[in-house]
Nanobody, 127 residues
Framework: QVQLVESGGGLVQAGGSLTLSCVAS????????MGWFRQSPGKERESVAA????????SYADSVKGRFTISRDNAKNTLYLQMNSLKPEDTAVYFC????????????????????WGQGTQVTVSS
């Protein structure tokens, strides 16, 4: 089972930028599609972005399109989320997630498609 560790969260002013990273252990990173999700207090976990195994296909929630960019470096077993033009409503704990290796039933923005989850990193955007 792959282990995922997020980093890069913090406090930023509205309009600012942050880059989140998620490092995966093991040899299966390149065989798994990856996603970023977030959860705010009192709200359900919501999808943010997803990326295919090769990185050739990406998907974004409408709320972050044009502001966030998901990418991956399979040589470094690392997933990234570049977040620009941050808004107070982006405040949440951000989680990275991985599918099972070579899972063919991948729905990018559906959390049920993901089998492995990190512990999360807090992002706080002040107004």
């Amino acid at each position: 089972q792959v282990q995922l560790v997020e980093s890069g969260g913090g406090l930023v002013q509205a309009g600012g930028s942050l880059t989140l990273s998620c490092v995966a252990s093991g040899r299966t990173f390149s065989s798994a599609a990856m996603g970023w999700f977030r959860q705010s207090p009192g709200k359900e976990r919501e999808s943010v972005a997803a990326i295919s195994r090769s990185g050739g296909r990406t998907s974004y929630a409408d709320s972050v399109k044009g502001r966030f960019t998901i990418s991956r470096d399979n040589a470094k077993n690392t997933l990234y989320l570049q977040m620009n033009s941050l808004k107070p409503e982006d405040t949440a704990v951000y989680f990275c997630a991985a599918t099972r290796p070579y899972d063919t039933f991948w729905h990018p923005l559906d959390s049920s498609s993901y089998a492995n989850w990190g512990q999360g990193t807090q992002v706080t955007v002040s107004s």
